[in-house]
């Protein structure tokens, strides 16, 4: 008998799992909190490499899809100082698909596909019942039981305290992202700034990093080093206060820099929370962990592509793996931890030198990544 396996949260992790079971013909309950898919905006554009985010692409049957839908193009990159000098102008080759780039509502609708998700089933929850199944609990009261329960629910999981005491700490960077629309009609000198993919700007301790997504929509972040209480005594429903705020920090900046802040409409707050880089946990039967749920880390490229891989790779390991179930998540989890153990060290490195006190270790971690 096919045992009753949960997915929570309808994340790149969740989904992608959901999307492989579903390809092997196994039947998945995903569970999401949001009412529906479009409940929230689905944040900025994501790069997929080939070895990781691709890799779990391939094994759930949508490569050729996302190929259609991603950009190349969006893999350049420009650097500039903080004068507005170009100091990095990198370009991708037309044949170059290293790492695309694709809106995450445009990787959200692909991996839904035929799947029936369950929206606005927030769980309060989650406790292991021996070798009975595992109780959810559900914020509205209900809860169902599971051979198997799958926490793919994020930094703040509520899976997560089932197998882990571990919860994530502050790294010292605060982001603050804004937005523009229509840029190549409205603000044609900042789109040729951005250009087809990304422009970054590093000054000490802070940095300002705008990226294109698709539809003539750009994304800006305002990265920095600051208590995680900095805005304390702003409303963060007044956009004009947020913005003399950011701009005050960055003042003596490029003015064609600071118009990105400019012409911003609603500011975001997201402080910067990782996991410990060696997070791991003792294995506990039916219930297990995926994507930033099991491995916070900094936002530099790794942590949706290890998401979608670590959904891939577990499904695979249900449904193709040999022997007891149990001890194919157990050996899962041990694959897993150590991979994201490697990126969570990288990307705290990097995180510290993108943000950091000497703006020429920025362009230094560019030149080691993506060489002249």
């Known amino acids: ?60 049957g949508l490569l050729a899809e996302f190929q259609a839908l991603s950009r190349p193009e969006g893999q350049a990159m420009r650097i500039l100082d903080t004068d507005g000098t170009v100091l990095r102008d990198w370009r991708p080759r037309p044949d170059d698909r290293a790492h695309p780039e694709i809106d995450r509502g445009q990787l959200r609708d692909l991996l839904l596909g035929p799947l029936d998700v369950q929206w606005g089933r927030g769980v309060a929850e989650v406790v292991p019942d021996g070798g009975d199944g595992v109780l959810v609990r559900f914020a509205d009261g209900r809860q169902e039981t599971f051979d198997l329960v799958v926490g793919a629910d994020g930094a703040w999981s509520r899976v997560r305290p089932a197998v882990s005491s571990a919860t994530p700490h502050y790294t010292g960077v605060t982001s603050v992202e804004t937005a523009l629309d229509d840029v190549d009609a409205r603000h044609p000198d900042l789109a040729r700034l951005v250009g087809d993919g990304s422009v970054a700007v590093y000054g000490v301790n802070r940095a300002l990093v705008a990226q294109r997504n698709s539809g003539g929509h750009v994304k800006v972040y305002a990265q920095f080093r600051a208590p995680v209480d900095w805005h304390a005594n702003l409303d963060p429903a007044d956009a004009e206060a947020v913005r003399s705020s950011l701009l005050a920090l960055f003042d003596g900046w490029a003015a064609p820099v600071l118009e990105l802040l400019r012409h911003g409409t609603a500011f975001v707050h997201r402080p910067l929370y990782v996991l410990p880089a060696s997070h791991t946990w003792t294995h506990v039967p039916g219930v297990t962990l995926l994507g930033d749920a099991a491995h916070l880390m900094p936002p530099l490229g790794a942590g949706a592509n290890l998401a979608m891989l670590d959904g891939a790779e577990l499904a695979e390991a249900i449904t193709t793996g040999p022997g007891d179930p149990d001890e194919a998540v157990r050996a899962f989890e041990q694959r897993m931890t150590a991979r994201a153990g490697r990126w969570a060290k990288i990307t705290m490195a990097g995180l510290e030198r993108l943000v950091s006190p000497d703006p020429a270790e920025a362009v230094a971690l560019f030149d080691e990544v993506q060489p002249s």
């Open 1 to 60: 008998m096919r045992r009753r396996i949960a997915v929570i949260g309808a994340g790149p992790a969740g989904l992608t799992f959901a999307r492989v079971l579903h390809r092997h013909d196994h039947p998945v309950t995903v569970l999401e909190r949001d009412p529906a898919p479009d409940a929230r905006p689905p944040g900025g554009t994501l790069d997929l490499h080939e070895g990781l985010g691709q890799l779990a692409l391939h094994k759930a």
